[in-house]
């Protein structure tokens, strides 16, 4: 009965590499986010897709790219990982752009260590 | 733009004491607000939400009631259990002015002691 649900849940590469997280959500939502989370906890929006059509996209580097195949899934492949890539990286989603009242139902994230 | 301001952490309470996390915000329209609450190792989960003035969300013994005149929404809880112990977010999301972009606040770390 998984809500949003995100794969690797660890992830260690070194600096240079190419690697990809997966992200589903089976609620039915329109809209799905990508998060990073620093080591003090602070959230920071990356990307926003709405019905797989990218909605927001926030300073970050282009070497993130996100996909979206259908509105149940939005994909985060990061190319020439850098040191400072290290964080927790959510997903999450939502019922739709339009419903400021919807809350946010969030995966468990992905650790990501670069060394 | 829209913002929101926690206080900071850590806040350290013994087992069954009073809770009070502070939260204000500025919004460019009229946002629903809420409080997510992130245990070790998970992602965040919604704990309350209030979408208009006044209304006062609850869960799990939590409160918290949206003050339009102040702009707050502090959570609060009678008796905190060693079980709280976690990392909370006020938040809010505003169609108002026309952003999209859920925002959050920085995090408040709870630590209970028994």
């Known amino acids: 009965d998984t809500a949003v649900s995100q794969t690797p849940k660890y992830l260690v590469t070194q600096m240079g590499n190419d690697k990809s997280i997966k992200c589903e959500q089976n609620l039915g939502h329109d809209t799905m986010y990508w998060y990073k989370q620093d080591s003090k906890k602070f959230l920071k929006i990356m990307f926003s897709?709405?019905?797989?059509?990218?909605?927001i996209n926030e300073t970050v580097p282009n070497r993130f790219s996100p996909k979206s195949p259908d509105k149940a899934h939005l994909n985060l492949h990061i190319n020439s990982l850098e040191l400072g890539d290290s964080a927790v990286y959510f997903c999450?989603?939502?019922?739709?752009?339009?419903?400021?009242?919807?809350?946010?139902?969030f995966g468990n994230g992905t650790r990501l260590t670069v060394t | 733009g829209d913002s929101v301001t926690q206080m900071e952490g850590p806040v350290t309470l013994s087992e069954e004491a009073f809770l009070t996390i502070n939260c204000t915000y500025t919004a460019t329209g009229y946002p629903s607000l809420f409080w997510y609450v992130q245990y070790p190792g998970e992602g965040l989960q919604l704990l309350l939400k209030?979408?208009?003035?006044?209304d006062k969300g609850s869960n799990k013994g939590f409160e918290a009631t949206y003050r339009k005149e102040t702009t707050s929404f502090h959570l609060e809880k009678g008796s905190v259990q060693v079980s709280d112990s976690a990392v909370y977010f006020c938040?809010?999301?505003?169609?108002?002015?026309?952003?999209?972009?859920?925002?959050f606040g920085r995090g408040t770390s709870l630590i209970v002691h028994p």
């Open positions: 209030a979408t208009k003035a006044d």
């Open positions: 938040a809010l999301s505003d169609q108002g002015g026309g952003s999209y972009i859920p925002t």
């Open positions: 897709y709405n019905n797989k059509e990218l909605i």
């Open positions: 999450a989603s939502s019922q739709g752009l339009g419903d400021s009242n919807s809350p946010l139902h």
